[in-house]
């Protein structure tokens, strides 16, 4: 079992920054591919970033790619998600989910574990 908790959401003016983070424990953190998703009200989950069990490999929507950065500290047990230039359209909760698997996907049926997740309000 792994059990994630994301922490560092909160109410932002647009073009602010956030950074999120996810804690993990349980599992080995270091072997898993780790990735964040949001929910807006009345939208489907959807895949933000995932990145790779050493951090090598990274994954983003088109949407954020040039504004948000995933990246973990193993020796942490931690990943983290830096958020620049936020939309009102980022306004959602957000997700940490972990892989038992080494590589990063997009897909929410990779990953078996997820945190209760972290609320972002971007107000224009």
């Known amino acids: 079992q792994v059990q994630l908790v994301e922490s560092g959401g909160g109410l932002v003016q647009a073009g602010d920054s956030l950074r999120l983070s996810c804690a993990a424990s349980?599992?080995?953190?270091?072997?898993?591919?780790m990735g964040w998703f949001r929910q807006a009200p009345g939208k489907e989950r959807e895949f933000v970033a995932a990145?790779?069990?050493?951090?090598?490999?990274?994954l983003a929507s088109d949407s954020v790619r040039d504004r948000f950065t995933i990246s973990r500290d193993n020796a942490k047990n931690t990943v983290y998600l830096q958020m620049n230039s936020l939309k009102p359209e980022d306004t959602a909760v957000y997700y940490c989910?972990?892989?038992?698997?080494?590589?990063?996907?997009?897909?929410?049926?990779?990953?078996?574990?997820w945190g209760r997740g972290t609320q972002v309000t971007v107000s224009s």
């Open positions: 349980g599992r080995t953190f270091s072997g898993s591919a």
């Open positions: 990145i790779s069990w050493d951090g090598g490999t990274t």
């Open positions: 989910a972990a892989r038992s698997g080494f590589f990063a996907k997009m897909s929410r049926a990779d990953y078996p574990y």
